[in-house]
């Protein structure tokens, strides 16, 4: 079972220590930092503040970068980061897909055959596939939920 989100303000941003965030949080965290800095831009001071300290420590201490960041899998975990950021984006996917075709149960059947594609769309669906989106409706909602959860 997941861990509880962690309380956000009306922005988004989480009113805990980046501690108290469990790892998907800050993995979504470094996505966001990571994102900004590659614009050009500056992350948002949560994750700027979060980045920068767990970069300090390590340079200062060493010793591990992941488990710096808190974004190490426990033992035996095969839940990467990578694998983190691969669900969000097909959750972000799945959501969007169902919301252009109508409802959940419709962008179920479309995606196992059941129901012709609407057009403009095959691409998205090319794409689902390819990422073995979930098929049915109770799995699009879980989808749903997470994706909301992982918003910025």
Not at 11 to 36: C, F, I, N, S, T
Not at 41 to 58: F, H, I, K, T
Not at 88 to 111: I, K, N, P, Y
Request: proline share 9%; net charge positive; aromatic share 4%.
């Amino acid at each position: 079972m997941a861990a509880r989100p962690a309380p956000r303000d009306p922005w988004g941003r989480p009113l805990v220590e980046p501690a108290e965030l469990d790892r998907a949080e800050r993995v979504e965290l470094l996505v966001q930092a990571a994102r900004a800095l590659a614009a050009g831009r500056v992350p948002a001071r949560y994750a700027a503040s979060y980045l920068g300290q767990a970069l300090l420590d390590w340079l200062t201490d060493g010793g591990d970068l992941e488990r710096r960041l808190g974004v190490r899998p426990e033992r035996g975990s095969r839940r990467r980061p990578q694998a983190i950021i691969a669900q969000h984006e097909r959750d972000r996917l799945v959501v969007a897909f169902a919301a252009r075709v109508g409802t959940d149960r419709a962008a179920a059947a479309v995606l196992r055959g059941e129901r012709a594609c609407p057009p403009g769309l095959s691409d998205d669906l090319d794409e689902l596939r390819a990422r073995h989106a979930p098929t049915s409706p109770s799995a699009i909602r879980k989808a749903r939920r997470r994706a909301h959860r992982h918003r910025p």
